[in-house]
Structure formats: C-alpha cells, structure tokens
C-alpha cells in the first residue's frame, strides 16, 4: 500500500471546511473495519484512508501549519499503513472502569503472542506487535500490530471458501470474532493495494 506523501493532506482551512462531512464519512468506514474480539478488545484495521484522517485530525487538533513539523506527523503515522501482504491494526483494550485501568492492564501482559487471525483451518497469522508499548511491569492500552500473510494465507484469505477469525487466546483473556464479510472485502482491498 502506497505511503502518504504530503500532497495527500489538505491545509488546515481547506480541511475545516470539509471535516464535517469527512469526518462523519471515516467514523462509518472504521465501525466497518472494528473488529470486536470478546468484550474488552478490539481490532481496528488501519489503511491510508483511516491514516489520512487521524493526520488531518493531528495537524487540527495541534494547529500544525509548519512543513517539517507536518512531514514528521506524517512519518510517524506512516508506519500504521500495511506493507504489501499485510494488514495492519490498533489494538484497543477496552477498560471501563478508570480506578481500576492499572490493574485490568496488566492482566493483559504477554497479550503480543496471544494475537492472531486464523483462515479456516490451514492458516494461522500471528500478529506482529509494535514495540515500545509495553515492559515488564507495564502495557499500553492501545498496541500497533500487523498481520504478515504468506501468499497461502493471503490466496485463502481472498478466496474467501473459509470462515476468517480474530483470535485472542491468552491465558487472562481468550475469545475470538468472525471477520463478517463486509469487512472482509475492505481488508481484501487492502491486501490487493
């Protein structure tokens, strides 16, 4: 997939005027692409439609206007868009109750082997966890990952004659979600770019 150049984003005046409808328009793309696993965590597959919207956001949000500053947003947001054969993903753990996030968190700590989609019965995809979002004794409540096909699993993954999974099977936390197949021809797309 095609990595954001500067040419992609719009000046900040240019996207205030359009961010409304924009804005609304991303939030049903990515319901459509948040993948549910179990009650507490969630994938949200990341491609440079959703990457556009977050550094639009970021530069708003931080009235960034300076060249270097905004190749430097995009530079960093870059490395969430999927590389060929791959998708990519936020990983969202969801803890409800603030007085207790510390606590939840850790519960969840060796969560990077526990991650994976599984293609019927013959592929299994582990995720690729980001470091630098987690130590020994602390977790971050959201992680980067991707999911690296081999050309079998991504040959199954399209073909679409097996079920598709989000798979989570931690000794703390097991569940798994069915990727529906709405947002199984999103991701496709995006194994195809």
């Given at each position: 997939?095609?990595?954001?150049?500067?040419?992609?984003?719009?000046?900040?005046?240019?996207?205030?005027?359009?961010?409304?409808?924009?804005?609304?328009?991303?939030?049903?793309?990515?319901?459509?692409?948040?993948?549910?696993?179990?009650?507490?965590?969630?994938?949200?597959?990341?491609?440079?439609?959703?990457?556009?919207?977050q550094i639009q956001e970021m530069l708003r949000t931080e009235?960034?206007?300076?060249?270097?500053?905004?190749?430097?947003?995009?530079?960093?947001?870059?490395?969430?868009?999927?590389?060929?054969?791959?998708?990519?993903?936020?990983?969202?753990?969801?803890?409800?109750?603030?007085?207790?996030?510390?606590?939840?968190?850790?519960?969840?700590?060796?969560?990077?082997?526990?991650?994976?989609?599984?293609?019927?019965?013959?592929h299994t995809i582990h995720a690729v966890f980001e470091e630098?979002?987690?130590?020994?004794?602390?977790?971050?409540?959201?992680?980067?990952?991707?999911?690296?096909?081999?050309?079998?699993?991504?040959?199954?993954?399209?073909?679409?004659?097996?079920?598709?999974?989000?798979?989570?099977?931690?000794?703390?936390?097991?569940?798994?979600?069915?990727?529906?197949?709405?947002?199984?021809?999103?991701?496709?797309?995006?194994?195809?770019?």
């Open positions: 997939m095609k990595k954001i150049v500067m040419e992609n984003l719009m000046g900040l005046g240019a996207y205030e005027k359009v961010r409304a409808q924009f804005r609304r328009e991303i939030i049903d793309y990515k319901n459509r692409r948040r993948l549910p696993i179990g009650e507490r965590v969630s994938l949200l597959f990341e491609n440079r439609k959703t990457v556009i919207f009235r960034i206007t300076d060249l270097d500053k905004i190749r430097e947003e995009v530079e960093t947001y870059n490395t969430l868009i999927p590389e060929a054969n791959e998708l990519s993903a936020t990983l969202m753990l969801e803890i409800e109750q603030q007085e207790k996030i510390r606590e939840e968190l850790l519960k969840f700590m060796g969560i990077d082997e526990a991650v994976f989609l599984k293609i019927g019965e013959g630098g979002h987690s130590k020994e004794d602390k977790i971050s409540a959201i992680q980067y990952v991707r999911f690296r096909f081999t050309p079998q699993a991504r040959e199954a993954f399209v073909a679409g004659r097996e079920e598709a999974w989000g798979v989570i099977d931690h000794p703390n936390y097991r569940a798994r979600a069915k990727i529906w197949d709405a947002m199984r021809q999103s991701l496709i797309q995006d194994l195809m770019e």
